[in-house]
């Protein structure tokens, strides 16, 4: 092949490139681009809580989450109650939260010692620390004079996402990463946690602001005429939290409202609140649902059911209705005492009906929007939306949940503040409003601490809260970021939980792949087992849109162009569509207009005119025969995922998400473009695959289970976890020494920096017959190191005089690893090594404190283990084809190849036929010309396998190591990318002939760590009796378990034949208390008996039990009366128990 | 049956290719295993680390080094294996010593290789008088392979940068490859017969036509390719062996045909 076009061929190895980046890394931006932007979300949304987030500021004024959460939660009034006459309440008292800050991680002031104040994540992970920055909120009261006064107060130390806006991190360069103990290639994206990385995981929730329906026979439970019909709406404030909305269906024609607050459920008449928003009369509501369809019967019947329904309130005006809804909630909400009930009726509308909505006015045309199509959904004219298709669904992101928490946190603050001053009026103390050191001793005994509860969230992911934040679980919110490898790595940033409660469901339709989900999440990459399709992984090309987008000029650009305002009262709603921007009705067009509007919003948002954003999500759902209600519903909002594709009308690039893909047509490849039928292509045909599915090479030529196995699989490999191993604290950590670069990867390989973390080495493999999948090693490390030959005892061969260990120390079980002195017994104690495997030490960390005044603390110790590859390590390909490493063959027995070329690896032909893995032989033929010719081989799926360099079947004859001879048929050679997986035999074995027992029932413990036994139950023992293995059996069950000896006295007579004394003992003098006693007794009553002439009665025993005449083992030794029988211990146990219910045994041997 | 046949067709300083006539398989492939697994030479075997501060650990480097090829000319009569030696542990006779001390001053990163072990005469050298062993060493024995010759590109052992260092001794020791790897002289021996199969030992797999889809090798020419028509000779046996032993320059290509002379010659008696 010419020079030419071997560097024009893609991939390449990319070596050199990569050497490069590694030694000299970028000294502005980094290395891997793509790695920054797939994180994107975990950091954007965190940063999205501050005001200096960095991100657009869309319609709003660029606050940050915290900030707008403060807005939201208002102020809270108390009052002193020293009111002179009834009915004041005395000096009132305003509080509320002016500013919340969090800094960036820095080291407390206490420490006067350092230079550089900055705390980097390196340090946190080394010293097993969190990576935490200082909190502090500025709380304002108002004294009786009405003088507004504040304090600061300190919240703890709350943790800081890593690379986030309050990152030390943050923008650095990948030169200044590593010089600041990162990876080149670090990304962020994650907390870290007493030196364990964690991040907070994706979890899907229902679409904001649309309004689905629902068809759930459970409704029906709720009361009585409640019927499974209802519509709900997710409904989400600026601040990003959440209020969900449902309008349940009442056979009886009229609906109820329905929401929670602080986890308790209400339920209102949707005509109250209809009442209450603007006062509208009969007429007004009667003409908003019907919107001109009178003659639909169904809904004129039941909009007047509706009506009557509501003649019982007596209520007529708006503010009559805001007063009972104030009344019945003044005490629920808590609000100030001094407010009028229509104030309250008015704050709960604000903050609990339709909350993404300000105006009331909007938020009633919004509530009959719902009602027009809870009764659609009643009459059938539309179908019921399927909550678990990703249609309806966006994601909830980690800072936003971080933001839920503190704003909850604050609040909690401010309501226990007023808690502990009625707590004082009630109680009596003085209360002094005009006192400032009254103040001062009230916040004193408030929790401020809420660095410590978030600091407890991530690290058991278990939510504490009193209003449940909207969401269905309360635990399982945090994972750990485990650096196993690259691939399991980045796969934790992408990952995305369908909830909790989803896993305990009965039913598998929420686990079903949906054809919506295409694109946005992949397909392939679920594990198997329980979590399956509820853990799902993000397509590689899914975005999720953090930034607020700006749509306000959006229905006054639709109105121009053909929409009707939303205030017209004259739409006839049988022929007009609803226009949807997030959740707002905008106004109302025909399904000719509406489909035009959304045609010319595609093409704006493509071309970027009339400054319509690309995040737009234009969803046309078209008037159908009861399918999907129709529409035009608009999102701008966060959370949303979103996926680039062409836009075939102008050819521009398009960005598209899920509610809207379910109505277009879009072709994976050019080739499939349907003229007048599509409307979009795919840029890549594998964009619907995650990042670790394209790294699968020819995935499309397998079968597509093998392809969710490589996916498991691919990150249980023993990898390259970290280029900055030095600096890495995790618990176990596996390196593989010899990695190397796949010769057959897709394109992607290079994208994702994946040769900068080798994850196995090329194989060569011969598919022969010969017993399982069998690997050869050569050569293993067998060459010791310090090999002194004569045995070291003293401490002083293992640690220095510090007490600490030397580096390279080799150290066997029982070894010291470290020695320190003892303060109370000023004696010197060691640490000794505990591991059963030779262990080097690696490294040694002195750990000390924050404030840097004390000693050390702390020492930390890496031990290294080495691991060459043995018999029962497992290994798989890149297919899904696991396997154990059954025998290693010497060289010279390895049969070999006309050009002396030894296999590395033996595959079984039968490992294909069933499992269909033709990826794998494709591999290794690709493999085979990419060795031979130096080359990279392409293997993205779904391209056309390239003929260059392919020999014809890759067949060659074969020798037998063993005798030369040519073997009978010629045999396939290869070369295949294998992987060592982290199971490895001596994790795993267990042996176990004699060792602990249990002290109860003497029968052997359980587990390997403690050299315990594997259980050998019931139906093992079937097993064994079914085979007649008895001896087995005897040895299983009593020999090898608890095995004891007991004296026996009736046998005697019974073998013998003798009559034996009446008080039989054993040679030590052993004897029987009862049979001692019931002789004695015996004896007593014969003697009594033969006094008075009377019958004698001899007690029964109440359970009585046969023991095999061959357990006896006959008389004892040493002589005396008494025969030896061996016992199960734990019968005896039995008997024991058995006795201490007032039950007796009496054996009898047969 | 004949007399063996040894006939060379290429001969370079690592490398041999020759054809053996008139011997049995079993002989051959005897052959080829003694060649891989019993020819003793001498390979690094106990390593003492005195300082590592590389970014390597420890027994990483001493495997390394165990690979490494080291000049073992007459092995067979210029060593003992340790466990035949009366020797304490080590001595002259039965092992040599290298040692390796490099510390890097230069601000650029400094590779360690094979160039930069050194053998040292033994401690113990000199105590008794030398032996026939020693006498029989050639000037370069135990030294590692291609040592600052030109054009040989030295082993790499690991990259240090400024202030890093590595110093260490290594013993070496005579061994052969059935206990280790490290020991065999060979890097691959190809190995053929019958490259017509005549004999029908082995069975083409072929679409359509199974000349086209087979290209004979090189091998081919020495023999006659079968008459159309043919028949099967079924007690026909192999007889002419194909070879190509590639060393890794412990011994020297020349060495292994001296050796496997030496026993054709003793073995066809």
Request: negative net charge; aromatic residues 10%.
């Given at each position: 092949m010419p020079d030419s076009e071997r560097s024009k061929r893609?991939?390449?190895?990319d070596t050199l490139e990569r050497e490069k980046l590694f030694k000299f890394p970028p000294k502005?931006?980094?290395?891997?681009k793509i790695l920054n932007e797939f994180v994107a979300p975990h950091i954007e949304s965190f940063n999205a809580?501050?005001?200096?987030?960095?991100l657009p500021s869309g319609d709003g004024k660029g606050k940050g989450l915290l900030s707008l959460g403060l807005d939201d939660m208002g102020e809270r009034v108390i009052f002193d109650?020293?009111?002179?006459?009834?009915?004041t309440w005395g000096n009132r008292m305003r509080i509320w939260i002016e500013s919340v800050s969090i800094s960036r991680p820095m080291v407390p002031?206490?420490?006067?010692?350092?230079?550089?104040?900055k705390v980097f994540p390196a340090e946190a992970r080394e010293r097993l620390a969190s990576y935490r920055g200082k909190m502090s909120i500025k709380l304002c009261w108002t004294d009786p004079q009405g003088q507004r006064q504040d304090v600061t107060r300190d919240c703890g130390l709350v943790p800081i996402m890593v690379?986030?806006?309050?990152?030390?991190?943050?923008?650095?360069?990948s030169a200044d990463m590593v010089k600041h103990?990162?990876?080149?290639e670090e990304f962020g994206g994650y907390f870290v946690i007493n030196g364990n990385e964690r991040l907070i995981r994706y979890l899907i929730l229902p679409r904001r602001n649309h309004v689905i329906s629902l068809l759930r026979p459970?409704?029906?439970?709720?009361?009585?005429?409640?019927?499974?019909y209802a519509v709900q709406i997710r409904c989400v404030r600026p601040d990003q939290t959440s209020c969900t909305n449902t309008l349940h269906y009442l056979s009886n024609g009229s609906a109820m409202f329905r929401f929670s607050w602080r986890k308790q459920e209400y339920v209102i008449p949707i005509m109250l609140i209809l009442k209450a928003l603007v006062g509208a009369s009969d007429k007004e509501i009667f003409e908003g649902i019907m919107m001109q369809d009178y003659d639909n019967t169904f809904l004129t019947g039941r909009v007047e059911l509706l009506l009557r329904s509501?003649?019982?309130?007596?209520?007529?005006?708006g503010e009559q209705a805001l007063e009972y809804l104030g009344d019945k909630f003044r005490v629920v909400l808590?609000?100030?005492?001094?407010?009028s009930n229509s104030a309250i009726g008015a704050l709960l509308i604000r903050k609990l009906?339709?909350?993404?909505?300000?105006n009331p006015r909007e938020k009633y045309r919004m509530l009959l929007f719902m009602l027009r199509k809870l009764y659609s959904v009643v009459n059938g004219t539309c179908c019921a939306d399927n909550p678990d298709s990703p249609q309806h669904q966006e994601v909830l992101l980690p800072g936003q949940l971080y933001g839920m928490i503190i704003k909850e946190r604050l609040e909690e603050i401010l309501n226990s503040i007023r808690t502990f001053i009625n707590i004082d009026i009630r109680n009596g103390n003085t209360v002094d409003f005009n006192d400032k050191r009254y103040f001062a001793k009230v916040l004193t005994r408030?929790?401020?601490?809420?660095g410590s509860k978030l600091s407890n969230f991530l690290a058991t992911g278990n939510l504490v809260s009193?209003?449940?934040?909207?969401?269905?679980?309360?635990?399982?919110?945090t994972i750990v970021a485990e650096k196993l490898n690259w691939q399991r790595y980045i796969s934790h940033f992408r990952c995305i939980h369908r909830?909790?409660?989803?896993?305990?469901?009965?039913?598998?339709t929420v686990r079903k792949l949906l054809p919506?989900?295409?694109?946005?999440?992949?397909?392939?990459h679920t594990p198997d087992g329980s979590p399956c399709g509820l853990l799902n992984h993000l397509a590689r090309t899914c975005r999720i849109v953090t930034a607020p987008l700006a749509v306000a000029h959006i229905p006054a650009l639709l109105a121009k162009h053909g929409m009707s305002e939303?205030?017209?009262?004259?739409?006839?709603g049988r022929t007009n569509l609803c226009v949807q921007l997030d959740g707002h009705v905008i106004g109302w067009a025909t399904p000719a207009v509406a489909r035009q509007l959304a045609t010319s919003l595609r093409i704006w948002k493509t071309e970027g005119?009339?400054?319509?954003?690309?995040?737009l999500e234009i969803g046309m759902v078209p008037p159908s025969m009861?399918?999907?209600?129709p529409g035009l519903f608009l999102f701008s909002s966060r959370s949303r995922m979103m996926r680039p594709v062409k836009y075939l009308a102008n050819g521009r690039d398009d960005s598209i998400g899920p509610f809207e893909q379910v109505y277009m047509d879009i072709a994976?490849?050019?080739?499939e473009i349907e003229s007048e039928v599509s409307t979009h292509v795919e840029h890549?045909?594998?964009?619907?695959?995650s990042i670790l599915a394209n790294?699968?090479?020819?995935?499309?030529?397998?079968?597509s289970p093998r392809n969710i196995y490589q996916c498991q699989m691919g990150k249980q490999t023993m990898g390259?976890?970290?280029?900055a191993l030095k600096h890495r604290t995790d618990n176990k950590l596996y390196r593989l020494q010899s990695g190397q670069s796949p010769?057959?990867?897709?394109?992607l390989h290079n994208t994702y920096a994946m040769d900068a973390f080798p994850n196995g080495t090329n194989a060569i493999v011969a598919l022969r017959k010969?017993?399982?999948?069998t690997l050869h090693f050569g050569?293993?490390?067998e060459i010791k190191p310090h090999a002194k030959g004569e045995k070291r005892d003293s401490c002083l061969d293992f640690l220095d005089l510090d007490g600490l260990p030397y580096i390279g120390t080799k150290l066997r079980s029982?070894?010291?690893?470290a020695a320190y002195v003892d303060?109370?017994?000023?004696r010197t104690k060691f640490v000794k090594y505990k591991g059963d495997e030779e262990a080097l030490v690696d490294e040694v960390r002195l750990l000390g404190e924050d404030?840097?005044?004390?000693?050390?603390?702390k020492i930390h110790i890496t031990l290294r283990i080495t691991r060459s590859p043995v018999i029962g390590d497992k290994f798989s390909s890149r297919h899904g084809q696991k396997g154990v490493c059954s025998q290693k063959w010497p060289a010279v027995d390895m049969p070999f190849s006309e050009s002396g070329m030894q296999p590395d690896v033996i595959i079984n032909p039968?490992?294909?036929?069933?499992?269909?893995?033709i990826g794998m032989l494709v591999e290794s033929m690709a493999g085979k010309a990419g060795a031979m010719h130096g080359l990279a081989q392409d293997a993205t799926p779904f391209k056309a396998v390239e003929a260059?360099?392919?020999?014809?079947?890759g067949n060659e004859p074969m020798y037998s190591g063993i005798t030369g001879e040519e073997f009978a048929a010629d045999i396939y050679l290869g070369v295949v990318y294998y992987q060592r997986l982290r199971h490895m035999v001596l994790d795993k074995f267990q042996v176990r002939t004699t060792g602990p027992v249990d002290p109860v029932t003497r029968q052997p413990v359980k587990g390997r760590k403690r050299a315990g036994g594997i259980r050998f139950g019931e139906m093992e023992r079937d097993a064994l009796i079914a085979h007649g293995t008895s001896y087995l059996l005897q040895d299983r069950l009593m020999n090898c378990s608890d095995y004891s000896t007991a004296w026996d006295i009736s046998l005697g007579e019974v073998f013998t034949g003798t009559s034996i004394s009446r008080k039989p003992t054993g040679p030590g003098g052993e004897y029987c208390r009862i049979c001692r006693a019931a002789a004695e007794q015996e004896d007593e009553l014969e003697r009594q008996a033969l006094a008075t002439g009377q019958h004698l009665q001899r007690p029964q025993a109440s359970l009585s039990v046969a023991i095999s005449s061959?357990?006896?083992?006959?008389?004892?030794?040493?002589?005396?009366d008494l025969d030896v029988v061996a016992v199960p211990y734990v019968f005896r146990y039995l008997c024991a128990e058995l006795a201490s219910m007032g039950i007796a045994v009496s054996l009898e041997i047969q | 049956m004949n007399d063996p046949i040894l006939r060379i067709r290429k001969y370079e300083r690592d490398r041999v290719n020759f054809v053996l006539e008139n011997v049995d398989m079993a002989f051959a492939n005897s052959l080829r295993r003694v060649m891989m697994a019993d020819l003793p030479t001498v390979a690094i075997d106990i390593v003492e680390i005195q300082a590592n501060t590389t970014v390597l650990p420890d027994e990483f480097i001493s495997h390394r080094l165990g690979m490494i090829p080291l000049v073992?000319?007459?092995?067979d009569v210029a060593m003992r294996y340790t466990r035949d030696c009366n020797c304490f542990e080590n001595c002259a006779f039965c092992s040599i010593i290298l040692v390796l001390n490099v510390k890097c001053h230069d601000s650029t990163t400094m590779d360690v290789t094979s160039n930069h072990l050194e053998v040292v005469p033994h401690?113990?050298?000199?105590?008794?008088?030398?032996?026939e062993e020693q006498v029989k060493r050639?000037?370069?024995?135990?030294?590692?392979?291609?040592?600052?010759?030109?054009g040989v590109e030295p082993i790499l052992i690991c990259k240090i940068r400024k202030g890093q260092e590595l110093k260490l001794k290594c013993i070496v020791k005579k061994g052969i490859a059935k206990e280790h790897?490290?020991?065999?002289?060979?890097s691959a021996v190809s190995f053929e017969y019958d490259p017509h199969n005549k004999l029908r030992h082995t069975s083409y797999w072929f679409e359509t036509d199974e000349r086209a889809e087979w290209p004979l090798g090189e091998?081919?020419?020495e023999e006659e390719a079968p008459r159309e028509g043919e028949p099967f000779d079924f007690n026909a046996k192999p007889s002419k062996f194909y070879f190509d032993v590639e060393t890794d320059?412990?011994?020297g290509a020349q060495e292994v045909v001296m050796k496997v002379r030496i026993i054709v010659s003793f073995l066809s008696f």
């Open positions: 893609q991939p390449t190895f502005q931006g980094s290395s891997y809580l501050f005001d200096d987030s960095g109650g020293t009111g002179q006459t009834a009915g002031d206490k420490n006067k010692y350092v230079k550089d104040r690379r986030s806006v309050r990152c030390n991190l943050r923008s650095m360069s103990h990162e990876e080149a459970s409704f029906t439970n709720r009361g009585p005429s409640y019927t499974q509501y003649k019982q309130f007596t209520m007529r005006t808590g609000m100030a005492d001094d407010m009906i339709l909350v993404h909505i300000e408030i929790n401020f601490d809420i009193p209003s449940g934040l909207d969401l269905q679980q309360a635990s399982g919110f909830g909790a409660f989803f896993a305990e469901l009965k039913t598998t919506e989900a295409w694109g946005f999440l992949c397909p392939v939303p205030f017209n009262a004259c739409i006839d005119k009339n400054e319509i954003p690309m995040d009861g399918g999907q209600y994976c490849t050019p080739e890549n045909p594998t964009n619907f695959l790294l699968t090479p020819f995935s499309d030529f397998n079968q390259t976890p970290s280029t010769v057959v990867r897709p394109a010969s017993g399982e999948p050569l293993g490390p029982g070894d010291p690893i303060d109370v017994t000023r404030t840097g005044d004390v000693e050390l603390q039968h490992a294909f036929p069933s499992r269909m893995t260059a360099g392919y020999n014809y079947y061959q357990n006896v083992l006959g008389r004892s030794l040493k002589g005396g | 073992s000319s007459n092995c401690e113990d050298q000199g105590m008794e008088e030398a032996g050639i000037e370069k024995f135990g030294s590692p392979v291609g040592k600052n010759e030109p790897a490290k020991w065999s002289p060979c091998n081919a020419a320059g412990s011994l």
